[in-house]
C-alpha cells in the first residue's frame, strides 16, 4: 500500500476527476490538484486505484452516457458533446469497445427488452435482485 | 472458473445516513445510486482501489425474502457485532485520528497484534469493522 499522505493527495485527485468528468480535462490538471508532477501522478494513481486518470474519467463518462442513453431521449451527439468529447467518432468508439454496443444499438436493444419506461432503471440492478423484488413486472 | 468477488451485502437502518457515512467519512465512491417506482433503492458504493467491487448497503426492513422475524434476528445480530467486515489502511494511527475527528466511534485505540495495527469501529447502523494496517 502506499503511504498514507500521498495516498490521501492521490484520493483528493480522483475526487476532483469525479466531480468535473464532464468537462475538458487535462493530466496536468489533476496532478496539480494532487501535488506531484503528471508523470509520477499518473503511475502512483494507476498503482493506487488499479486504473489510469484516463480509464477512469471514461468509465464515470460511459457510465452517464449509459443511463442518459436509456432514461432520456437526448441525441446520442449532445451526449457526446455534454460529457466532454470534441468527436462523436472517439466518443462512439469507446462506448463500443467498453459496452459492446454502439450508443443507438444499446439504447436500441436495452428498451426491446424492457419495453416500459419506467422498467429502464432495472438495467442498473443485479437480476436476482429484480426477480425478488418483482420489478421486472409491468407498474400499475 | 471464479475469479473475483463482485458483490456483498451490508445492511443499513438509513440508506441516506448510510450513504452518508461510507461515502463522507470513509471516503468509499458511490457505484450506483437507483431508486424504482415501488421504493426499491439500489445502493452501491466502492473503495476506491477497487472500483470493481460494490458493496451493496440494502435497507434492513421487511422485503419479499426477509420477513419480519428475520429483520429482528438480523438486527439483534447487528446489535451484537455479528455483521462486521474488515478494511486495510496504510497508517492505523493517522487514520484512526481523521475519522474521530470526523465522528466515527471506535472501540478502542490502534493496537498492536502480531499481523499489524488494529482498531475497531462501528458504522451509523451498528455494524462493526476491523481498520487494520498490515505488518
Known sequence: MLDHDTYLRLCRAHDFLAAHYTERLTLTAAARVACLSPYHFHRLFSNAFHETPLDFLTRLRMRDAQHRLILDNESVTDICYSLGYESLGTFSTRFQHLVGYSPTNYRRSVRSVFPIPALWRVQAIPYCFVEFYSLNKPQD | ?135
Open chain 2, 1 to 135: 472458473m471464479i475469479q473475483k468477488l463482485s458483490h456483498t451485502t451490508i445492511y443499513v437502518a438509513d440508506q441516506d445516513a448510510a450513504k452518508d457515512f461510507y461515502v463522507n467519512k470513509l471516503g468509499l465512491t458511490v457505484n450506483t445510486d437507483q431508486t424504482m417506482d415501488n421504493g426499491f433503492r439500489w445502493l452501491t458504493v466502492s473503495p476506491k482501489g477497487q472500483p470493481d467491487l460494490e458493496i451493496a448497503l440494502m435497507k434492513l426492513g421487511p422485503n419479499p425474502f426477509v420477513d419480519d422475524e428475520a429483520v429482528e434476528l438480523l438486527q439483534k445480530l447487528q446489535k451484537k457485532g455479528v455483521l462486521s467486515g474488515a478494511f486495510n489502511t496504510a497508517d492505523c494511527k493517522k487514520t484512526y485520528e481523521e475519522l474521530k475527528a470526523k465522528g466515527v466511534e471506535f472501540k478502542f485505540p490502534p493496537t498492536e497484534r502480531f499481523y499489524g495495527i488494529e482498531t475497531v469501529f462501528k458504522d451509523v447502523s451498528g455494524n462493526w469493522f476491523s481498520l487494520t494496517q498490515p505488518k
